[in-house]
């Protein structure tokens, strides 16, 4: 089965710098890779996701990268703010199968 | 998302006994889930469902059952076998089952022990 890995687990940066959060999977045929950001005691929320017949997503400050060669993908936030610390979670899955595989969670905190 | 309500927001559990939790969505969504999160960590399904009257297991099903009866409706019922049920139980749904759109969560129910 599918297997992902996410790091780092706790990441801390000043605000208005990037920070990365990056993931790998195991499963050549997973095509679908969706982030969620959760707040402390929320649901999950999706932020970006990505297909895998591309290799960048952007929307404002948060981009995606995905490289299928080396089975890895990234979550870019740039110029950070203190409402963006949060736990992320990086998720795989592939067409015609039903499961999800997440990662298991980057805590960023941004520190005014 | 305002689509997707679970309930009670927070539940006890006394030894040896069975409890339901609520998951309501009215998004017209087909495909229905079951997550645990431990504190830390990440989400772990439980149990998904594609359609009415249909469901499997996920990776950590034993001591729990659901059932499908409706298309809205998913519940979750925790069982006196679940011998270590403290977590955080989300419920998600998706459009289709298939693994390629995005899923969208509940509120959660936050489970303890008494």
């Known amino acids: 089965g599918e297997n992902v890995e996410q790091h780092p687990s706790t990441l801390s940066v000043q605000e208005g710098d990037s920070a990365v959060i990056k993931c790998t999977y195991s499963?050549?045929?997973?095509?679908?890779f969706p982030w969620y950001k959760q707040e402390l005691g929320k649901r999950p929320q999706l932020i970006i996701d990505?297909?895998?017949?591309?290799g960048e997503k952007k929307d404002q400050r948060i981009a995606v990268t995905l490289n299928k060669t080396a089975k890895h993908f990234s979550l870019h936030i740039t110029e950070t703010q203190p409402e963006d610390s949060a736990v992320y979670f990086c998720?795989?899955?592939?067409?015609?199968?039903?499961?999800?595989?997440f990662g298991s969670g980057t805590k960023l905190n941004v520190k005014p | 998302d305002g689509g997707i309500t679970q309930s009670p927001k927070y539940l006890f559990r006394k030894e040896g006994q069975n409890v339901t939790l609520s998951c309501e969505q009215n998004?017209?969504?087909?495909?229905m889930y079951w997550y645990r999160q431990d504190p830390g960590q990440g989400l772990r399904l439980i149990y998904y469902?594609?359609?009415?009257?249909?469901?499997q297991k996920g990776d950590i099903a034993e001591g729990y059952s659901v059932s499908r009866e409706k298309k809205e409706s998913f519940p979750l019922t925790v069982t006196s076998a679940q011998k270590n049920p403290t977590a955080f139980y989300l419920c998600?749904?998706?459009?289709?089952?298939?693994?390629?759109?995005?899923?969208?969560f509940g509120d959660g129910t936050r489970l303890s022990i008494l």
């Open positions: 998720a795989a899955s592939k067409y015609n199968f039903n499961k999800f595989y």
């Open positions: 499963d050549s045929a997973s095509n679908y």
């Open positions: 990505i297909r895998s017949n591309v």
């Open positions: 469902s594609q359609i009415v009257n249909d469901f």
């Open positions: 998600a749904s998706s459009i289709e089952g298939q693994g390629n759109q995005p899923q969208h």
């Open positions: 998004l017209n969504h087909d495909a």
